[in-house]
């Protein structure tokens, strides 16, 4: 698995044969030492062996032992033995290992009593890094247990009640937030999800994904916050039903003709319940006395990994001759994630004049994502993929796309009901074939979330009949209940230059004072007089060094941090997404009060309660000491930097200025919008920084120097 993935992990072996392949290198190869990935149920089933070869062969490896509890390659079965990490420290420590270190999320959980192997050191994960370089110097065969249950594990027993919900749940204060990334490259989870604002993509926790590991908080950025004892808001589920689709007419079901069947792809992605979906159809059908088969296909158990599930329904079993659905064979593409359903799989199920495809335009972020906190979501091409494989032909109605997991969200309180209302909604169009009773009783017969599971049904039915009066339920302040169709997660209103810059202005005084204001509304006069000389059209240049002068004038500092947390607009998000009787607590790292890791050599963050609110609220009174003397903040290199740049921006614009001309404009704007790499806090924005400066001087080489090679443009 780890080599399907960015983890500078080489070669792959048969289970039972990892790391035995090294013990042919080692005695050729300089590097001295390796490290080898293996699963518990691996271990179980068969990676002893290898393991005991490297020891009798006295190579050096350190073998990285995943303690998750589960069978990661499909995911929702325990492994076949009875094992637990004190079980794989004994064993190690009995076939001659010479060193044993268990790492984990909660290291302290272990009794003095575990009965782990004696020696057996424990560490936090956060010393994962410190504790491979010591295993690494050790001669022999070193073992690194990693006991964390499996995320997705954690969700299902979560759900059933078999495992402790803790009652603690993480928040992005989005005007906090830089957008770097950061918290999604510390914790590699695919609950932290773009959220597109004015001022750029910005982060935000999905409650309803989220397994609530909390690294994402470890990420060097203050707009972490815990939020211990409240719930998201589940008003939803009391929403009022409106008028016009309070009664609901039956559908006209598709027939069962002797000898066929009906064929239905559900795609969609782990953690979201698509096998679920799959699940309730072939018992529903079973309810009904109808023939039935279904295949889920879902290759690695990572949340948000693709997963398809083929389903055929017949009037008889006997009429059902395969599982899986053959090229041009789907009756149905009930598309639960719309990446999955333009992938190759779903597109060759895709019957031109047969097929019917309802897909949900939510924009689900992939693994990709935590490594590129810039990818764009292709929504156009994956529209434009599906349609062209219905066809030219097809009839209205062929096709749907509807955005189900805002309007699930909205209506229900939780993202995971938009499957369900997918399947309502494909029910409502006469596209299921079997009855709606049949389908409230298997989700009854399903034990999880009997009644959020019947109303997101109900919605989806009452979207097919009315999707208007739907989305004005779900979104009653918004005016236009088209978004229901959005699909473009990182577009924001569009606007005009001149209410741009003047929403900055109020900005910048709020931030100061009317004089940073009026600093900059003269450049951005400036700029625009320039760029009408050379382009009467254009405002490219323009919104450009709008928004990223700015950006650059309005630096979070410790006084605009605080100011962003205590100016009622945090407090109003937090009680839009959560009720209860909860108390808050802030991830920080302040300058003066951090100490360094000695493991990474950064700073580290701390936690403080609830008191933080009230000192941030008399923090931001005094941001008028911004840049004096008694700015015992902005002494600090990052400050000052943060000041020097605003400076370089303006005297670089000045530059530009002087010598804009309509075959250069191009250049200008890429040069203006450099600023938009300088992102995050700390050692984080320094990386961000150092590379904008590189860019920034080989733009400004092509600028004085007509004619050199120029960097490629960034997509």
Not at 345 to 368: K, M, Y
Not at 512 to 523: E, I, K, V
Not at 603 to 614: A, E, L, N, T
Not at 667 to 682: D, V
Request: hydrophobic content about 40%.
């Amino acid at each position: 698995m780890a080599t399907y993935m960015d983890r500078s992990t080489d070669a792959y072996t048969q289970m039972g044969g990892e790391g035995a392949n090294w013990i042919g290198h080692f005695p050729y190869s300089t590097a001295g030492h390796v490290f080898q990935n293996m699963g518990d149920g691996t271990y179980f089933h068969s990676g002893l062996l290898a393991i005991r070869a490297c020891i009798a062969a006295d190579v050096n490896i350190t073998y990285k032992i995943l303690f998750n509890d589960a069978v990661a390659m499909t995911g929702g079965q325990p492994i076949d033995g009875d094992l637990t990490p004190m079980a794989i420290s004994r064993q190690m420590q009995a076939e001659g290992v010479k060193k044993i270190v268990v790492v984990s999320d909660q290291p302290d959980k272990y009794p003095a009593d575990a009965n782990f192997a004696p020696g057996t050191t424990f560490e936090h994960r956060r010393a994962l890094a410190r504790v491979q370089r010591q295993l690494r110097e050790i001669p022999g065969v070193t073992v690194l247990i990693y006991d964390q249950t499996c995320a997705a594990e954690k969700r299902r027993r979560r759900k059933r009640g078999d495992m402790e919900d803790p009652a603690r749940r993480l928040f992005v204060n989005h005007l906090v937030c830089e957008g770097c990334g950061d918290c999604s490259e510390t914790s590699n989870c695919l609950s932290v999800l773009p959220l597109a604002t004015e001022h750029g993509l910005k982060r935000k926790i999905d409650q309803s994904s989220c397994n609530k590991d909390y690294s994402c908080a470890e990420g060097f950025c203050p707009s972490f916050v815990s939020v211990i004892g409240g719930v998201p808001r589940k008003a939803g589920l009391a929403a009022e039903v409106p008028d016009a689709v309070r009664l609901l007419p039956e559908p006209n079901l598709p027939e069962l003709a002797d000898g066929e069947n009906f064929g239905i792809l559900i795609t969609g992605i782990g953690g979201t319940g698509v096998v679920t979906i799959s699940a309730l159809l072939t018992i529903a059908a079973h309810m009904e006395g109808k023939g039935y088969s279904t295949i889920d296909q879902f290759g690695m158990a990572q949340k948000g990994g693709a997963v398809t599930s083929h389903v055929r329904i017949a009037a008889h079993q006997e009429d059902i001759q395969a599982a899986r659905l053959s090229s041009g064979g789907a009756d149905l593409i009930l598309g639960c994630d719309s990446l999955v359903s333009a992938s190759e799989i779903a597109l060759d199920t895709i019957g031109p004049g047969r097929s019917h495809v309802l897909i949900n335009s939510h924009q689900a972020i992939t693994g990709q994502f935590a490594l590129d906190p810039n990818l764009a979501f292709p929504a156009d091409d994956v529209e434009m993929r599906i349609r062209a494989e219905l066809g030219a032909g097809a009839g209205p109605g062929k096709a749907t796309f509807l955005n189900a997991m805002h309007l699930a969200t909205n209506l229900l309180g939780d993202a995971i009901g938009a499957n369900l209302f997918m399947l309502g909604h494909a029910y409502q169009q006469g596209l299921i074939p079997v009855g709606a009773e049949a389908i409230a009783r298997a989700i009854e017969m399903n034990g999880v979330a009997i009644e959020m599971n019947k109303a997101a049904f109900l919605w989806g039915r009452r979207a097919a009949v009315d999707l208007d009066a739907v989305a004005r339920q779900a979104d009653p302040n918004r005016a236009d209940p088209s978004h229901a169709f959005a699909s473009r997660a990182g577009e924001t209103a569009a606007d005009d230059v001149a209410a741009l810059i003047a929403r900055r202005g109020k900005e910048l005084t709020a931030y100061q004072g009317p004089r940073l204001a009026n600093r900059y509304q003269a450049l951005i006069d400036r700029v625009r007089a320039a760029e009408r000389d050379v382009d009467p059209a254009g405002e490219a240049l323009s919104t450009t060094v709008a928004r990223n002068l700015f950006k650059l004038m309005a630096y979070k500092d410790e006084y605009e941090v605080a100011r962003l947390y205590s100016d009622g607009r945090f407090k109003a998000a937090l009680e839009q997404q959560f009720e209860g009787d909860y108390t808050l607590a802030f991830h920080l790292a302040p300058p003066i009060l951090s100490k360094t890791s000695p493991d990474t050599g950064l700073p580290m963050k701390r936690d403080f309660g609830p008191w933080m609110g009230h000192a941030m609220t008399w923090l931001a009174r005094l941001r008028f000491l911004r840049g004096t003397p008694l700015d015992i903040f902005g002494r600090t290199n990052e400050r000052r930097t943060e000041r020097r740049l605003i400076v370089e921006y303006e005297a670089m614009i000045g530059e530009i200025l002087t010598g804009l001309r309509a075959d250069n404009l191009s250049l200008a704007t890429r040069l203006a919008a450099i600023p938009e790499m300088i992102s995050g806090y700390g050692h984080v924005k320094a990386r961000h920084l150092e590379e904008a400066m590189t860019l920034r001087d080989q733009l400004l080489g092509e600028w004085r120097h007509p004619g050199r090679n120029l960097p490629e443009a960034a997509e």
